[in-house]
């Protein structure tokens, strides 16, 4: 069927023929009468001695049985060489008469002629051997039919004028191909070689007379030339002989040859009991195939267990040219199917992996482009290797990867292929061998589309619990690189069909079949426009391609010329077994990162694609080669659980110091090698697990941010809205970073993005080079003033104290450089944002944390705060910390979170030239102004209230007073510790002193403006506070929850005197009198009451050690002097409440007496009696002395 039919007349005798011809045709010579003759088979080799199977054994015995009844001249059925003929057939095969025999007119076929062909083909015995032999499967003819058929060939093919006829029709074509003019005469090669070449047969009549003898000869094996020869033993041995018998039909052997081919098959897969075939026969097998391979008629066994098919699927495809096969091929995996055409289809396929020439449309196509690719010049190798259709895609994939040309044709048919052997595992003889038990424990059943190939990529993942073995692993990655997904997404079929729907709406901007599409489905991984089938296909797929980066087109075309200058690789279709997986990767990216004076970079566009392949494999470790196989242990012991998108590389990063050696180095390894190092160790890696084979990935993240494509995503609206300047940045060198955490605290930032901003900066702290510009800045300053210090925190810490040092000792020049400085302040201010960024402090209040600030979420300082607020029920190891902590934060605000956070706005309206250092300092200037925002006022109490709890969380006033403090309050700071607060008891003494004046001018003046605001709020006196604490609730509950500031819980505190039961309450109220008589400005109340009166009766007097108290209250006895009524009432109360004072707390020394008497109302007449006795005392002085000098005289003149 769809084979060039022949003139009706073809196989009409040479004397009837020659009678019945037209005068036309007989004019054509004799080249045509003997095509005609000739044409219905041919078999180059004599089959004399050739011996049929027997009817009665199971393979092709040596015992004569009926043989072959020659056909003569003339196309009738006789004798030859005198052998016997058979009972059963002698009677068809007695002589007829020359004027024309015809199979139709043989009893023994007439009945199946008349049944099964059409009655047009009767006359004609060419179309009469078709239609028999081309029947279908299940229609069966006679055996005397089947005898007769099979002796017609074979003696037609015996005829000596076989090859005289090739040599007159094909005289032409045989002159232009040289190998067929230089076959030997004789011996039937001629016609072999015409076959070989047909291809190139353009004659119309050779082509057509070779054509319909490929056709006859090739359904039946023993008509092939040698192949009987060649094949005997093996077909013996594999019982292939033994369809032939019984009632099946004996002309038709294409189950024998089907049989060889399938044992093939086995032994290339090494199956259990696989029969190793002869060389010769193998050849003979693979030609035959190769023979077959342009018309499936050819193929007897797939043509007859696909004629169905054939016409449900490929109804209008034309036969030849491999065409049928190809549409066979491409609805191989329908339900419509059937499964007999689906395994001699199969079959067919293996054949062609082993050998690409059996197929004829890839050997066509891409014939030309393996000459120029020189394909087939590789000496050293196998023929069988170089014939593989594995090496054909690898050379020519290799020639396209590599900019050179290669025609569509070829790589249109190289496609075909490609998907075919990413849709069917089977076709790999190394993965059915290698791969078998992980198929039939985790992936039976999943045969069709490819499932089977990504079940076992999934395996190979260790997405299914366990692992492959190396040479099934070996395999996989052996296939993927002969099919080449990465360079069309198309020819691996499940991924198609399962992406097929985040194509269409998130890659629909790139061209179908572009590499880029596989990059466009990473970039939305864990989006969603991504769907769970599409992504576990892709990661499946992205698990192989990332262990061998040529498998990345786009990576392959801009890297390879780097990769050849720094990484010393090989050629696309070569590997180096001492290569390890990921290892030019890994050398690329860390040229990625050179800095200029370090020299050997990459190229720009290389440095773009290793930044793009650098994000994607951030998303899951799994595609980072050598990470996962060093922490592979790791993985298991510390993130088992952590299953979720970039889990495990972060819980890997968490556990940084507890990761083991390998692991911990590809984790964090931060060591620069040069490009010759780094290959020596990568080829040491797999004998002496050199450490330095991968680069740090962390260290890595740190430079380019953008590798963490997952926060990326997350941090969309705060990167657009305040740090889109730096992310436009082509090289991102930490900065984008450094905006995210200085952003954290703004309302586009959502959780995710906060989640993953502090996971980065927790990393960073573990080691101060996973801060790519605090690493640059100061790499210099850590070797020489912090060698050997690894955790960050502690080498800010090294740095920070030795700038403190340097500060306080005012050395003319600072060790550590002004660039260092600048990023150790960044630094420092990025870790005072979460406790958390302290290693030390989080693990020693760690569980106070939990037992009091379990409800407060870490970040923005919140943490601190807590534990700021509930220090006093802190342990004595976190207490001391916090402290410590505070110290620092007063002596320099800006690392007080908090504060610069609320008071962001204030600082800019009314600090905007002030010193970083003194910044609090001005906050609380301008903390009563109507401008001061309410919870920065609120900020700055808190810190003031923190502030008078210690003089050493004061700075300016421990200066101001650093004399006086030893000199009036030692035996307070004898009883004090380092790491704890004094409760105000130093300042609660210097006040007393200041009351006394007795303080250095500078510590009166700070000691001034602590009174004045304590005198404002009470909660800025600790003292008064521990020792009131029933008092202020019970006596003055309004006022102290009205928290007005205006000194109202003071005031009625001393109202309320008289009240208070407990003595240490009163002595602190007491105190406060006292205070206010040495100031007026420290009683605030009373100061804003006699504001005017200060202005107009005491405007010349010096404010100061009690000068203005006691003029307002020379103006209050001065009957001339009207003061304002309610400064007048506030003097008057004062008065009574310093005279119940003065009863209830005598003075306690002579300048206690001495202010009481000063600040006294009385003071006049009080100065009057004083002056009154001294005068009296004076006179009896006087009177007392002259007596007492009369004595001694007169004892001296005695």
């Known amino acids: 069927m769809g084979q060039p039919t022949l003139s009706a007349h073809a196989d009409v005798p040479l004397p009837l023929y020659s009678a019945t011809i037209s005068p036309k045709m007989a004019a054509s010579g004799r080249v045509h009468l003997l095509l005609l003759l000739m044409s219905v088979s041919f078999c180059l080799c004599t089959l004399q001695g050739l011996k049929v199977p027997s009817g009665n054994g199971n393979g092709l015995g040596n015992q004569p049985v009926n043989p072959p009844v020659p056909v003569n001249i003339i196309g009738a059925p006789g004798p030859v060489n005198n052998v016997p003929v058979a009972p059963a057939v002698a009677a068809m095969t007695q002589p007829r008469r020359a004027t024309g025999w015809k199979l139709a007119e043989e009893q023994s076929c007439r009945d199946d002629l008349t049944r099964l062909c059409p009655k047009h083909t009767w006359s004609n015995n060419l179309a009469v051997l078709e239609c028999l032999q081309d029947r279908k499967e299940e229609t069966e003819i006679a055996v005397d039919c089947n005898h007769l058929l099979w002796n017609y060939k074979l003696n037609l093919t015996m005829d000596p004028k076989f090859e005289s006829v ?55 094996y023993r008509l092939i030339c040698g192949f009987m020869d060649k094949c005997r033993e093996d077909i013996n041995t594999l019982r292939c002989g033994s369809i032939s018998f019984g009632e099946k039909d004996i002309h038709s052997q294409g189950e024998v040859i089907a049989c060889l081919e399938k044992a093939l098959v086995r032994e290339a897969e090494q199956q259990d009991q696989a029969h190793p075939i002869r060389e010769e026969c193998k050849k003979s097998i693979m030609r035959v195939a190769e023979l077959s391979s342009d018309d499936f008629h050819l193929d007897r066994f797939l043509y007859f267990s696909c004629r169905e098919d054939r016409e449900r699927f490929c109804e209008n495809t034309q036969a030849g040219e491999g065409k049928v096969y190809k549409c066979l091929f491409s ?131 260790g997405d299914k619990g366990g692992t492959v073995d190396g040479l099934c692993q070996s395999a996989l990655q052996s296939l993927i690189q002969s099919a080449d997904p990465g360079s ?63 498998l990345d087109p786009i990576l392959y075309q801009k890297c390879q010329g780097d990769a050849a200058r720094l990484c010393h690789t090989h050629g696309w279709n070569e590997t180096s077994e001492l290569m390890p997986p990921g290892a030019v990767f890994s050398c690329l990216y860390r040229h990625a990162y050179r ?180 690493k640059m800045a100061c790499k210099e300053d850590v070797l020489k003033l912090c060698p050997n210090i690894k955790k960050k925190v502690d080498v800010v810490i090294c740095l920070s104290t030795t700038v403190r040092n340097d500060t306080l000792q005012d050395v003319k020049e600072q060790r550590v450089s002004l660039k260092c400085r600048k990023q150790l302040r960044v630094e420092e201010l990025e870790m005072s944002e979460d406790i958390r960024l302290e290693p030390e402090l989080y693990e020693v209040c760690k569980t106070d944390i ?85 919870k ?32 009036f309050c030692q035996p307070i700071l ?44 009470y909660r800025l006196d600790p003292q008064l506070q521990i020792h009131c604490v029933e008092e202020i609730p019970g006596l003055c509950a309004e006022e102290a929850v ?42 605030p109340v009373l100061h804003t009451a006699c504001a005017l009166d200060l202005k107009h009766q005491c405007a010349a007097v010096t404010p100061g050690r009690g000068r203005q108290m006691s003029c307002l209250l020379a103006s209050l006895q001065d009957k001339r002097v009207r003061l304002q009524p309610e400064c007048k009432k506030r003097l008057q109360d004062r008065m009574d409440m310093w005279s119940y004072a003065a009863k209830v707390a005598p003075a306690e020394g002579f300048s206690d007496l001495a202010m009481q008497v000063m600040t006294s109302p009385s003071k006049n007449y009080i100065l009057l009696i004083i002056s009154l006795g001294v005068i009296v005392l004076f006179l009896v002085g006087l009177l007392c002395g002259r007596i007492t000098k009369r004595v001694t005289r007169e004892l001296k003149d005695r």
Request: a neutral charge; charged letters at 30%; hydrophobic letters at 30%.
């Open 936 to 967: 920065c006022k609120q900020m700055i109490t808190k810190r003031q209230i923190t502030q008078n709890t210690d003089y050493r969380l004061n700075p300016i006033l421990r200066k101001a007073c650093k004399a006086d403090i030893p000199k």
């Open 488 to 550: 069309d997404y198309r020819i691996d079929r499940a991924l198609n069909e399962a992406c097929e729907s985040v194509i269409q709406t998130a890659c629909k901007h790139i061209r179908s079949g572009d590499p880029m599409i596989l990059s466009c489905l990473m970039e939305h991984l864990y989006t969603e426009k991504m769907v769970e089938d599409c992504e576990r296909r892709l990661l499946e797929l992205q698990y192989f391609i990332s262990r061998d980066w040529k």
């Open 595 to 774: 800095t200029e004076e370090q020299g050997r970079r990459l190229s720009r566009d290389c440095k773009v694609e290793v930044q793009r392949i650098l994000h994607q494999r951030a998303l899951d470790v799994k595609l980072d080669p050598n990470l996962q196989k060093r922490c592979l242990t790791d993985l298991g012991k510390w993130c088992s659980d952590k299953t979720g998108t970039g889990q495990e590389l972060e819980c890997l990063q968490d556990h940084l110091e507890d990761l083991l050696s390998g692991c911990g180095e590809v984790v964090g390894n931060l060591t620069e090698l040069q490009s010759e190092v780094h290959y020596h160790c990568l080829h040491d890696d797999l004998l002496s697990g050199c450490g330095e084979v991968v680069g740090n990935l962390t260290e890595l993240q740190s430079e380019d941010i953008h590798i963490e494509a997952l926060l990326i995503r997350a941090c969309q609206p705060v990167i657009q809205t305040h740090c889109h300047d730096v992310s436009d940045n082509q090289v991102d060198t930490g900065d984008l970073m450094e905006c995210l955490v200085q952003n954290k605290h703004q309302k586009e930032m959502n959780r995710k993005c906060t989640v993953g901003v502090t996971h980065f900066q927790l990393i960073q702290m573990k080691d101060f080079r996973f801060s790519y510009k605090f």
């Open 974 to 1017: 004898n009883k004090a510790s380092d790491d704890s607060e004094l409760e105000g008891q130093v300042i609660g003494c210097l006040k007393l002193k200041y009351a006394a004046q007795r303080l250095s001018p500078d510590c009166e003046d700070q000691i001034r403006v602590i009174l004045h605001e304590s005198a404002l709020d």
């Open 850 to 934: 939990g037992r009091l600030c379990s409800n407060v979420v870490f970040g923005n300082a919140q943490m601190m705060e807590c534990l700021k607020e509930r220090k006093k029920q802190l342990s004595q190891q976190c207490h001391q910390r916090v402290f410590q902590r505070q110290e620092g934060e007063m002596l320099d605000p800006e690392l007080d979170y908090q504060l610069m956070r609320v008071c962001k706005q204030m600082i800019k309206r009314f600090c905007t030239d002030v010193d970083t250092k003194n910044m609090l300092q001005c906050l609380k200037q301008n903390k009563n102004s109507e401008l001061m925002d309410p």
């Open 166 to 220: 090739a040599m007159d029709i094909c005289k032409s074509t045989i002159t232009e191909i040289k190998e067929c003019s230089e076959e030997e005469r004789g011996k039937g090669y001629l016609v072999s070689c015409l076959v070989d070449h047909r291809g190139n047969i353009t004659e119309y009549h050779c082509h057509q007379y070779i054509t319909k003898m490929t056709s006859i000869i090739f359904s039946d």
């Open 331 to 461: 609805h191989k995996f329908e339900e419509a199917m059937s499964e007999k055409c689906r395994e001699a289809l199969t079959t067919r396929q293996k054949l062609i992996t082993q050998d690409y020439k059996v197929s004829y449309s890839l050997t066509k196509a891409c014939k030309a482009d393996l000459r120029k690719q020189r394909c087939n010049l590789d000496t050293n190798m196998p023929r069988a290797r170089e014939a593989r259709l594995s090496y054909l895609l690898l050379c020519l994939e290799s020639a396209v990867h590599r900019g050179r040309t290669v025609s569509e044709d070829c790589q249109g048919e190289m496609s075909e292929y490609r998907r075919m052997l990413m849709e069917d595992f089977s076709l790999s003889p190394e993965i059915v061998l290698h791969c078998r038990g992980e198929m039939e424990t985790r992936c039976s059943g999943l045969h069709r589309k490819g499932r089977t190939l990504h079940c076992l990529m999934r395996v190979g993942r």
């Open 1042 to 1083: 009205a928290q007005e500031q205006t000194g109202q819980v003071e005031e009625c505190l001393k109202a309320n005197l008289l009240k208070i039961k407990h003595d240490s309450c009163k002595k602190e109220v007491l105190n406060m009198l006292k205070e206010s008589k040495a100031d007026v400005f420290v009683d």
